[in-house]
């Protein structure tokens, strides 16, 4: 059976037809961050069960080490920065900012915000200051 697409182009654009912009990224990392997100939750209910059961966090070291504190900037940055893209959203379902100079703008404010909020709220978290 023949194809009835006869377009040299592909049927869906690929890196190849578009040039990478911050609006990409910021859909890649807003569904990279829900799966953050997701996971973050499920471990953090695991263990106030686990604390709930036997009276102690598995894995107590690991939590309040540099490792942990990693973990929990990777969670924070992936929680804030979904918060903000589902802001975004609400903002594109009344018809705004769909001009792609600002999006693209505010793709990267996005980015950028979330990471230095989650420094901060890291910082503060683990008493580094």
Not at 1 to 6: K, L, Q, V
Request: aromatic letters at 10%.
């Amino acid at each position: 059976m023949a194809s009835e697409w006869n377009d040299p182009r592909p049927m869906a654009p690929h890196l190849q037809i578009w040039r990478w912009h911050p609006a990409m990224m910021s859909s890649i990392l807003h569904r990279a961050s829900a799966i953050i997100c997701y996971a973050g939750l499920i471990k953090v209910a695991l263990g106030l069960l686990i604390l709930a059961l036997t009276g102690s966090l598995p894995l107590e070291s690991l939590i309040f080490s540099p490792v942990g504190a990693f973990g929990l900037f990777v969670f924070l940055s992936a929680f804030i920065f979904t918060a903000f893209a589902q802001l975004r959203h609400a903002v594109w379902d009344r018809g705004g900012m769909f001009d792609p100079d600002m999006n693209n703008r505010l793709s990267w404010v996005m980015i950028v915000s979330a990471l230095i909020l989650a420094l901060l709220l890291t910082i503060l978290a683990t008493g580094v200051l």
